[in-house]
């Protein structure tokens, strides 16, 4: 099987954040650096956030900004954003276009939490709105890989979410 045909497809993305990001588990995510050197990981942690009902999503409300305006478009476009000051987050847009959902990966086989894959990776605010799908520099691919114990627990760092704070759409392995 060729490297693009392994490349997951915009269809994998237009799904509900919850089913993708357990789906994103065991799939293998891949960066070209300029360098062209090839740094690549299973994903072993992800978060849902779930759209404009889901208080710790950035689109909750229905609010459209500067910042999250990326989240309403093509399921598969990656979305990056600044937390704390110092750390980029790497999101991948999920369901239909206008309903603004993503899933943020937190960890790779290779490397462990959020801020530290995008170093890793160097992914900063220059990936944010480009499409995932048909990109030569950063692409998830479909692996055999299948995990039959998968956790759930709360998400990290939205106690301001009220009762969403306490939902289990944190998925890890």
């Known amino acids: 099987m060729s490297q693009k045909s392994k490349r997951l497809g915009r269809l994998f993305f237009n799904r509900g954040a919850i089913v993708v990001a357990k789906e994103l588990l ?14 690549s990981g299973i994903i072993t942690e992800t978060e849902a956030y779930t759209g404009v009902k889901d208080k710790a999503c950035h689109s909750y409300g229905g ?5 999250n305006e990326v989240m309403y478009g093509e399921p598969g476009t990656i979305y990056v ?9 790497l999101n991948i847009v999920t369901s239909k276009k206008g309903d603004p959902q993503a899933v943020l990966i937190r960890s790779l086989d290779v490397v462990n939490g959020p801020a530290r894959l995008t ?42 979410a009220e009762e969403w704070k306490d939902k289990k759409l944190r998925f890890l392995v």
């Open 63 to 67: 609010r459209r900004t500067k910042r």
């Open 26 to 39: 065991g799939k293998k995510l891949v960066r070209i650096l300029p360098s062209k050197e090839v740094k």
């Open 81 to 89: 954003y600044f937390t704390y000051g110092i750390h980029w987050m």
């Open 119 to 160: 170093k890793y990776l160097k992914i900063d605010k220059s990936f944010n709105g480009k499409d995932l799908i048909g990109s030569k520099t950063i692409w998830i691919e479909g692996t055999d890989i299948k995990y039959k114990d998968i956790r759930k627990t709360p998400r990290v760092g939205i106690n301001y």
